[in-house]
């Protein structure tokens, strides 16, 4: 959306994300999610960690905080997770969202009519922007976006914060000796390797950038990881360096549009590390499986993260 829409209904959800949900929710549920996975690998002294435990929190905790029966967040998770084969396998990408619209369409519905009280779902479903509620449409579209937006780039965001730092064992051990240094690689990660890597946009008028004119229609890959590793704003910019000077990064993105979510994800990445450090005693990269490493276009991360612990 552009303003003056965007602005309007931003405030509102802004206000879900604000600091006292968050807190709330990073000691309610953001915790227990991640526990319950690391103690269904923990006992084995090994684990891949993308498919034992990055491709679900995110989702998990997504499926808690909007209170669905357990029995779908199976069903749940592949449907908000194959939204995006939509890009190279339309029919079932279409599948997919079509299923996904029509579920959630009538949790809506339902929650409207029966709302719980500090619900996160009745909270969005019931709210008014100048006197009207929501239409559908934006209810909607703002749930199938959490799930990608919350979903898919916290996912890839922290594998590539642990294969980052599994690559890189010295400061890993730094971590791992001084926690205050979790903030600082995780920002520092997501610099070097941003989850989402562009974003497609058209203008709705003509414009010159950098001496080239665009046309409406026109179509614009904007790479964010470029902004990442622009020289003149990053010492060494293809180096991952968690001593870096801290300095803003564009991988929650920038301006109008910059990640609703963004305290919310650094908030799960930093509960997400600091427990697999507290319950998996010399977490290193297991040398008998490949090395972690990053791959991806639209969406980047690694495939696997083979590790080892005491």
Not at 89 to 98: K, L, T
Not at 198 to 219: C, F, N, Q, Y
């Amino acid at each position: 959306m552009d303003n003056p829409d965007h602005a309007r209904y931003r405030r509102l959800f802004q206000q879900a994300f604000g600091p006292n949900n968050i807190s709330k929710w990073g000691v309610e549920i953001i915790p227990r999610v991640i526990n319950r996975l690391i103690d269904g690998f923990e006992h084995r002294g090994r684990a891949e960690l993308v498919n034992d435990f990055t491709l679900f929190f995110p989702f998990h905790f997504i499926h808690e905080l909007m209170a669905l029966p357990a029995t779908d967040r199976d069903a749940f998770h592949r449907l908000a997770f194959g939204q995006i084969l939509i890009t190279f396998d339309y029919e079932h990408g279409m599948e997919a969202v079509e299923k996904l619209r029509v579920y959630l369409t009538e949790t809506v519905r339902h929650r409207r009519d029966n709302p719980i009280a500090d619900d996160f779902i009745s909270m969005i479903a019931t709210a008014e922007v100048d006197g009207e509620r929501l239409p559908d449409e934006v209810v909607i579209s703002f749930f199938r976006q959490l799930m990608n937006a919350g979903g898919d780039t916290s996912y890839n965001g922290f594998s590539t914060v642990m294969a980052a730092l599994l690559t890189h064992p010295e400061q890993f051990e730094r971590v791992k000796h001084d926690r205050s240094l979790v903030p600082k690689a995780i920002e520092e990660a997501l610099r070097w390797n941003a989850p989402v890597t562009m974003l497609a946009r058209t203008p709705k008028r003509s414009v010159v950038l950098a001496g080239v004119k665009i046309e409406p229609g026109d179509h614009m890959g904007v790479i964010l990881p470029a902004a990442n590793r622009d020289p003149a704003a990053f010492d060494r910019p293809d180096s991952f360096d968690i001593t870096r000077a801290t300095r803003t990064h564009a991988a929650f993105g920038y301006g109008p549009h910059i990640c609703i979510g963004q305290h919310l994800a650094r908030l799960e990445m930093s509960t997400a590390l600091n427990a697999l450090l507290d319950r998996l005693p010399n977490l290193r990269a297991d040398d008998e499986c490949p090395p972690a490493e990053i791959s991806g276009f639209m969406l980047r991360g690694p495939a696997s993260l083979h590790v080892r612990f005491d």
